[in-house]
């Protein structure tokens, strides 16, 4: 790429179509990247109004769980928490005190939900990514159908079933069908990685008598291993980030409960404590956050790992 | 070695568990909501077919033909923005400036914190007396009273579009980002070269190769935005006075608050008859735009 960079450079200084900028400015970047600084000047600005959008509320809610209640019923309105303290992430374990059970359970839930989307995905995966059967097409055009109903349009069933089945209030209530609509996308995702795995290796070990599921084993799943980790991290995410109609309507039981359904009870009480409301939601979700900077990576490949063309 | 018979049955047996997971989990409850949609179940452990009446009920009595209409605005309103805002975030972070790498990590927050949580906070930014969004506006003297925004019809309405927007955003923007880094890059060195500026190349090279991932993107977000659930739930449970009652909301409260089964089964099929027509009408569209692209 920097070759193709250079050239154009070349290219650009001979071309008197190009006007060059007056001053020189010290970069090593290509030409075609540098930037009046008027043009920087408003892509900072159009970040900031982007970012302020996106962090808004994550910055509100920080402030709001620094600042005592006095200062939150009050008004005129104070952006910035003048007189703030921890008090309500001292306090909150008291008002919730089933706070750690429900950052446990959502953590629970998710994981058990990953480890059975896993297990079900990689075969199927390896299924179309490898054999040519009758009807193969029509089989993952149906798994992708399922991407166009939510759980909420089949709640009623599913909570027929869920109570036929002895679930109810239960962790695979909420575990069951949470996995079941992070299947499909999770197949296309590990096919779409599997299909780039030469053939002539399957071959290779089945001439030399290996059984195909000792292929399986052996060859295919240390090699789709990154694969399987970003379909994995994906699938947790899912789980982690929408887990919330199941939980509310197939379970009652407080201390099956996940945080944003065991926080959603304390927000509907009459008068919300807002302070240990925002404090309880930061700590709850904080492990999560930090795991995330060091994964975000592998979140944008399964974001657009699906993205590629078949 | 692939066509082989014990290939095939090999290849079912890896297949069998999805398969086994997916009948019962969604396709057997898909079929079940059909079925229940004719009948009068409700709490009952028994309940009578009968026939169309539940469909008769729901297109003659009560607003759910404002229901549709209103989920329908709703949708389109926040598909728009999500795209708009997500192109131009996918723009900017596009952009070579430093500090790249960290503005790219700092929009995932919506996307990767449990939604609930997300929508607690904007809760109480909605919030009259005390929330952010009144006393930032009345701080810079854009209104002059506190303005309760989930409490009006109008205000509930925007307010709960720009909840969905805002959890919807960073998705869009990371994958429009990652579609635009695809382009190849010999194409706006050779308009450069030409003399094309940064918005006429962004407008004749980025948008036409984007479309596809536009396509694509609109189609997810859409069946998403048409399913969304949480937001409308936790900021204003359908109210005030129906205002934000959009189909899911509307067969939520038919079916778990008024526990007519039933009935909610027969809107709930509503909704899937729409989901299934957007699907179609976008692999129309695709393939009309594949063929014109052979041409």
């Known amino acids: ?310 | 070695m692939t066509s082989s018979r014990s290939a095939v049955m090999f290849a079912l047996a890896l297949l069998a568990p999805a398969l086994i997971y997916i009948l019962i989990i969604v396709a057997y409850p898909l079929v079940d909501t059909f079925i229940l949609s004719f009948t009068n179940a409700s709490l009952r452990p028994d309940y009578d077919f009968v026939g169309w009446a539940n469909y008769l009920r729901i297109f003659t009595a009560g607003n759910f033909t404002e229901v549709i209409i209103r989920t329908f605005i709703w949708t389109m309103l926040s598909v728009g923005m999500k795209m708009v805002i997500g192109m131009c975030g996918a723009v900017l972070l596009n952009a070579a400036i430093p500090g790249q790498t960290l503005f790219r990590i700092l929009i995932m927050p919506p996307w990767v914190v449990p939604m609930a949580i997300g929508i607690f906070m904007w809760g109480w930014m909605y919030n009259g007396q005390f929330g952010m969004i009144s006393g930032l506006l009345q701080n810079f003297g854009v209104i002059d009273r506190p303005v309760a925004w989930l409490a009006y019809g109008d205000t509930a309405f925007w307010a709960t579009i720009v909840t969905d927007v805002w959890i919807g955003v960073p998705m869009v923007t990371i994958y429009f980002l990652a579609a635009m880094q695809s382009i190849p890059r010999d194409l706006h060195e050779a308009a450069w070269t030409d003399g094309a500026g940064r918005f006429y190349r962004f407008r004749r090279i980025t948008l036409p190769l984007m479309i596809p991932a536009v396509l694509t993107m609109s189609l997810l977000s859409l069946i998403a935005t048409f399913n969304s659930f949480d937001i409308i739930w936790i900021l204003t449970q359908g109210g005030p006075s129906g205002s934000t009652t959009t189909m899911i909301i509307d067969t939520y409260k038919t079916a778990m608050g008024s526990r007519k089964y039933g009935e909610g089964a027969a809107r709930a099929v509503v909704i899937c008859i729409f989901v299934s027509i957007f699907c179609i009408v976008y692999f129309r569209a695709v393939r009309k735009l594949s063929q014109g692209e052979a041409k």
């Open chain 1, 1 to 310: 790429m920097s070759d193709v960079a250079r050239t154009t450079e070349v290219a650009a200084v001979d071309s008197p179509a190009i006007v060059r900028p007056k001053f020189k400015l010290r970069s090593t970047k290509p030409m075609i990247d540098r930037y009046r600084w008027y043009e920087a000047l408003g892509l900072y600005a159009g970040l900031a109004v982007f970012l302020f959008f996106v962090l808004a509320p994550f910055i509100e809610g920080f402030l709001v769980s620094l600042k005592p209640l006095a200062l939150l019923f009050s008004t005129p309105y104070s952006f910035w928490p003048s007189n703030g303290s921890f008090d309500a992430y001292i306090r909150m374990w008291d008002s919730v005190p089933l706070l750690g059970l429900y950052i446990f359970n959502s953590f629970f839930i998710s994981s058990i939900v990953t480890i059975v989307v896993v297990i079900v995905v990689v075969p199927a995966a390896y299924a179309f990514a490898r054999f040519q059967f009758n009807g193969a097409g029509l089989m993952l055009g149906g798994f992708l159908a399922v991407n166009m109903f939510s759980g909420a349009v089949l709640l009623i069933p599913l909570f027929r079933l869920m109570r036929s089945l002895g679930l109810l209030n239960t962790y695979w209530a909420m575990i069951v069908p949470g996995a079941a609509f992070l299947i499909p996308s999770s197949i296309w995702l590990l096919r779409t990685y599997m299909i780039r795995i030469p053939k002539e290796l399957d071959e290779a070990a089945w001439v030399d008598g290996a059984s195909r599921l000792y292929t399986l084993r052996r060859v295919i799943l240390p090699l789709a291993m990154p694969g399987i980790v970003v379909v994995a991290i994906m699938t947790f995410i899912g789980a982690y980030a929408q887990q919330f109609i199941f939980a509310l309507t197939f379970n009652s039981k407080s201390e099956f409960m996940p945080l944003p359904i065991g926080l959603f009870a304390f927000f509907g009480k009459q008068e919300v404590i807002w302070n240990e409301l925002m404090a309880a939601s930061f700590v709850g979700v904080l492990p999560v956050m930090v795991v995330i900077v060091f994964l975000q990576r592998y979140l944008v490949a399964g974001l657009t790992a699906g993205a590629i063309k078949q």
